[in-house]
């Protein structure tokens, strides 16, 4: 159970510690800011898991933006469901999206849904900002970061340092 | 292609196919346990079912012993089927939708018994919202018991204490007795009295020097008693004329009697439509409000149309766009029923089509329709129409029989009149509609060769009436009921008349005033002859009190007319005195 609560912790300790580059990291606290803001139980966010996991980018510093952002998503409703209506209930894309809903799977996909949609759009609308900010942060404050919590034994043990050591030695 | 994990997604397509391996064979499962769940959250009842297949690949379902449970009545099942098969749409499941052009549902049955409790363990038992005795007019079975048992009220009075002829002659015969006992009295003293002044005077009239004080007084003594007799005679010469007043006392009294029991058992006229509603209440009511609990069964089956459907995720709104193909979530076009069950006491077998059948039928343009055939004692041919194309639903039921064969009745079997009806053919014909909660329609039962047995309390009423009413029964050979409906679904009204009702009415009140004119007259002829020999019994006893009387005073008028000189006369002869006897 402990285990299981300080979990996201750890991703987050491990994806500092890994020796991925500040680009992997924050491509994919990218996508997992993405993933959090779009509400689940849709193939955008299906998708979204598949490409977080799939491609060569930190998983464990998009789940940690997922696990961030689908805390604050819901709080965005307002807003997301505004821009959402606002697309969805434009003339000229109704016809697109009487289309992709008639798709098979279209229902799915969830693009019928305001808040979806507005969701995504919000979280596409900050990729690149998220992207250079996070960016900045990996590669200015991780290696003194990782350095800092490898030296106390609560830093090992949260990314299972000492674990590995015991077994090893 | 640096950018991909090769080693992450090439396991995970291996574990995907393995996984849709899995759910073809194990899918059933979660199907099963699906709609357990979700069917006994909307059913609010347990709901079991046997086995669960199903196929991602074919999109079929098949589903065995299946078991509804009633939430009203746990003991009971809803529904059972042996077997429900469904072949859904696979485009239409790609979008999300549980669409199938055909299904079949056998081994349908309807209200059988469980061995365990239906009833879910954290949802108490809902009870039928309508009560059933509160649909027809609450005062007219009262009134019909009220009549039944004002009439047993009339005979089990004892209206004897109440005949003012029998009161009287009563009274005659505590009075009369003293008032002869008086004059037998008064006349023996009289006797006496003459007896002693007979014999003083003859005394006397030994030594009349001596007792000539005596004898001067003997013509004042004698008048006196003479006179005393005299009253006593007046009083008894009046006697028959008393006596023919209280005779013609009691006679008036005997005649204002006979009026009296006249009026006591002269019954009020007995109204058809509570008759109707006392003894077809149970009868109607029951069936009726069955087929109600089945209406509203319907509505949750076949809901109104949403004003706005939410959306899946429980965030946002779902747009629907105009020129899309918008399916509704469920949707069975043809669903086609087998089964058995008893109706009316009756086994059936029953064949039917649900056509049409979906829980948005805002997305559907055609009505859920129902075509339902019985076969065996109760041929029933029913056909129902779930219309949503307006906010408001309508729905409309046709029920038609003909020559079907009805069980033996029992009719009014909370009250002192029972009917037990035996085994008739009828033919019915329903009518229902339903706009929003609004409830309309009309139910017609024609019923032929009805043979129709009373039974009343084996009391003082019940066994008169007995005989008769079985006999203006059994006149009745056929009857027709129209009920009409009203109110609401869940406030139901209704309102019916029966030609069966009217004539047992008529054979009742005809019964009835039999029997208590039968009474009457036992009662006045009873009166009469009680009256009758009083009156006789008093006539012998007057002649026989007036010999008795006129013997008792025979003796003292002759003593009298001696001692006045006046043998064999009535009255005194003035001026003369006993002096001129003695001088003669």
């Not at chain 2, 089964?339 to 006491?345: E, I, K, L, Q, S």
Request: charged content about 20%; proline content about 6%.
């Amino acid at each position: 159970m402990l285990s299981l609560l300080l979990h996201p912790l750890r991703q987050l300790f491990a994806a500092l510690l890994t020796n991925d580059s500040p680009n992997q990291l924050s491509i994919g606290f990218t996508i997992g800011m993405v993933l959090g803001f779009v509400p689940k139980g849709n193939l955008i966010a299906l998708s979204l898991a598949v490409l977080l996991c799939a491609v060569k980018v930190n998983r464990s510093a998009g789940l940690v933006a997922a696990a961030i952002f689908s805390c604050v998503g819901p709080w965005a409703d307002g807003l997301t469901h505004k821009l959402g209506s606002t697309l969805l209930h434009q003339p000229g894309l109704q016809g697109f999206f009487a289309w992709i809903y008639d798709l098979p799977l279209g229902p799915f996909i969830g693009f019928h849904n305001t808040v979806t949609i507005g969701s995504l759009l919000l979280a596409l609308y900050v990729t690149y900002p998220c992207y250079y900010g996070s960016h900045l942060l990996f590669e200015r404050y991780g290696p003194p970061v990782a350095r800092w919590v490898t030296r106390y034994r609560i830093g090992r043990a949260l990314t299972g340092a000492h674990f590995a050591a015991r077994f090893e030695g | 292609m640096k950018y991909f994990r090769f080693q992450y997604i090439l396991p995970r397509i291996v574990l995907i196919v393995a996984l849709l391996l899995a759910t073809e064979v194990g899918s059933g499962y979660f199907v099963r346990w699906g709609l357990i769940a979700g069917g006994e959250a909307s059913v609010g009842a347990k709901i079991e079912i046997g086995q669960v297949e199903t196929s991602l690949l074919k999109t079929r379902l098949l589903i065995t012993d299946l078991a509804v449970a009633n939430p009203s009545s746990p003991m009971k099942n809803l529904m059972e089927a042996d077997r429900v098969e469904i072949d859904f749409s696979s485009p239409a499941l790609l979008r999300k939708n549980l669409i199938a052009d055909y299904g079949i549902v056998s081994g349908l049955r309807f209200s059988t018994p469980r061995e365990t409790s239906g009833a879910l363990p954290d949802r108490p038992t809902s009870p039928e919202k309508t009560n059933q005795e509160n649909w027809l007019a609450p005062l007219a079975k009262e009134k019909a018991q009220g009549w039944l048992t004002d009439l047993e009220s009339r005979f089990s009075v004892d209206i004897r204490d109440q005949l003012e002829s029998v009161r009287l002659a009563e009274e005659m015969a505590q009075r009369w007795p003293v008032k002869y006992q008086q004059f037998e009295i008064a006349a023996r003293e009289i006797k006496a009295d003459a007896k002693r002044l007979e014999e003083r005077a003859r005394v006397a009239r030994k030594n009349p020097l001596r007792n000539m004080e005596f004898l001067a007084q003997l013509p004042q003594e004698t008048s006196k008693l003479r006179r005393s007799l005299r009253d006593l005679q007046a009083q008894l010469a009046q006697l028959p004329a008393e006596l023919a007043a209280d005779r013609d006392a009691v006679l008036a009294a005997r005649l204002q009697d006979e009026q009296l029991i006249r009026e006591h058992l002269e019954l009020d006229a007995l109204d058809a439509q509570s008759l109707t509603n006392y003894l077809l209440g149970e009868q109607i009511t029951g069936p009726v409000g069955e087929a109600i609990s089945w209406i509203r069964w319907a509505r949750q089956l076949v809901p109104a149309r949403g004003s706005k459907t939410p959306a899946a995720s429980g965030r946002g709104e779902d747009i629907f766009f105009p020129g899309s193909k918008r399916l509704p979530d469920f949707l069975v076009r043809t669903l086609r029923l087998e089964g058995a069950g008893r109706m009316g006491g009756q086994p059936v077998q029953l064949v039917g089509v649900v056509r049409d059948w979906t829980t948005q039928p805002e997305l559907h343009s055609q009505p859920t329709t129902l075509e339902l055939t019985t076969t065996g004692g109760m041929p029933l041919s029913i056909k129902a129409r779930l219309d949503r194309a307006t906010e408001v639903p309508y729905d409309e039921y046709f029920v038609d029989s003909s020559g079907m064969v009805l069980p033996k009745l029992k009719l009014g079997n909370q009250g002192p009149l029972r009917l037990s009806v035996a085994p008739s053919t009828a033919n019915l014909s329903v009518r229902i509609q339903i706009h929003g909660d609004r409830l309309r329609g009309s139910l017609q039962i024609t019923q032929r060769g009805l043979e129709i047995e009373p039974t009343l309390p084996p009391n003082l009423l019940g066994g008169r009436m007995q005989s008769v009413l079985a006999q203006s029964v059994s006149r009745i050979d056929q009857s027709q009921t129209e009920v009409t409906l009203g109110g609401t679904l869940d406030a139901p009204r209704m309102r019916f008349t029966s030609t069966l009702g009217t004539e047992l009415a008529q054979a009742i009140q005809q019964a009835a005033t039999d029997v208590a004119r039968a009474e009457a007259d036992r009662l006045v002829a009873q009166g009469r002859q009680e009256v009758d020999a009083q009156l006789a019994k008093f006539t012998g006893q007057f002649e026989k009190f007036q010999s008795k009387l006129a013997g008792e005073m025979a003796g003292p008028g002759e003593i009298i007319a001696s001692l006045l000189g006046q043998r064999g006369e009535g009255t005194p002869q003035i001026g003369r005195s006993p002096f001129g006897q003695l001088f003669k």
